[in-house]
C-alpha cells in the first residue's frame, strides 16, 4: 500500500558529500516521523536521524554536526544532506516513514529498500 524509494547513495572520498532522498508514495493520508537508518551486515540497525511531521529533528552523536536531515511534506520526501564523510559512515542506510493509510487512518511503519553509501579514505 505504500512504498518507499531511496536514491541518492554512491562511492565517495573521506571528505565529501552525498545526498539521499526517500520518497513515498500510495495509500497516503499522512506521514508522521520520518527518518534514516544504516545497517551493516549481522548488525543491529541504528538511528542516523529523524524528524517529526512539524519538523522536530533528532540526530546520533556520531552524525551531529555532519549530516541534516529534512522534510518535504508536499512530496512526501525526506532528504539526508551527509557532509565531511567519513569511512566510518560506510553502511546500509534505510529510510523509514511512520504512514497513516488513507483506508484504515492507522499508522503503520515502512522501510525503504537500503542505499549503499560508501566512503573511501
Known amino acids: 500500500q505504500v512504498q518507499l524509494v531511496e536514491s541518492g547513495g554512491g562511492l565517495v572520498q573521506a571528505g565529501g558529500s552525498l545526498r539521499l532522498s526517500c520518497a513515498a508514495s500510495?495509500?497516503?493520508?499522512?506521514?508522521?516521523?520520518m527518518g534514516w537508518y544504516r545497517q551493516v551486515p549481522g548488525k543491529q540497525r541504528e538511528l542516523v536521524a529523524s524528524?517529526?511531521?512539524?519538523?522536530?529533528?533528532n540526530y546520533a552523536n556520531s552524525v551531529k554536526g555532519r549530516f541534516t536531515i529534512s522534510r518535504d511534506n508536499a512530496k512526501n520526501t525526506v532528504y539526508l544532506q551527509m557532509n565531511s564523510l567519513k569511512p566510518e559512515d560506510t553502511f546500509v542506510y534505510y529510510c523509514?516513514?511512520?504512514?497513516?493509510?488513507?483506508?484504515?487512518?492507522?499508522?503503520?511503519?515502512?522501510w525503504g529498500q537500503g542505499t549503499q553509501v560508501t566512503v573511501s579514505s
Open positions: 500510495g495509500s497516503i493520508l499522512s506521514i508522521n516521523a
Open positions: 524528524i517529526t511531521s512539524g519538523g522536530s529533528t
Open positions: 523509514k516513514a511512520d504512514v497513516v493509510l488513507t483506508t484504515t487512518h492507522l499508522s503503520y511503519r515502512y
